[in-house]
């Protein structure tokens, strides 16, 4: 007697599995940009580590920001391509916490000042290039807001006769608003 015996495989086609499985990647972007507002002109330096999932983004940044007093912001950020192509512009928002680093010409030589840490806020639109695999160019501007205060006291001594010093105290309390111009380069 024989036997036959139909045997059926699987079929592993790779596209299939990129279907099921989404891909998820890692980047890292490098930014440096001009800040404009009330006070003088200053530059910005940001580094946004994250993922990207389609077409979202979401990262923790870092940087420095110079605007009117020197500061290191820490934010979450997220962005979202508009469209799924190479090219594409992107909108984004950032939000977090800014800690005072003051140069040495921001500090008081003749007062105490005591800087506290302050709120973070970064919304704007950009257009992404991208150039090579996993590289683009960006360029994107912004609506930036930078708050933190300062309590500022002075200690005046008595020039004459028997009398205590005096000490005279202020609160600060920044709200500072610009416009932030950004050129990046994400890989």
Known sequence: MLCFTHVYAQDNNVTDKKQIIPAIKFHSTVQFGLLEG?????????????????????????????YKFRTIPLFADIQKNILNKPITPYVFTDIGIQFPWLRNDQKS????????NGFYFNFGAGYKINLIKNNALLFSTAFSLKQFSNNYSTIY??????????????HFKYTLRR?????????
């Open 179 to 187: 416009l932030s111009l950004q050129i990046g380069w994400l890989f």
């Open 157 to 170: 001594p008595c020039d004459f006769g028997p009398c205590s010093e005096q000490d005279y105290s202020q």
């Open 38 to 66: 009330e006070a003088p002109s200053a530059f910005q330096i940001q580094t946004i580590n994250g993922i990207q999932y389609k077409t979202w983004y979401a990262g923790i940044g870092v940087g420095i920001d110079n």
């Open 109 to 116: 030589q003749i007062a105490q000042s005591n800087f506290n």
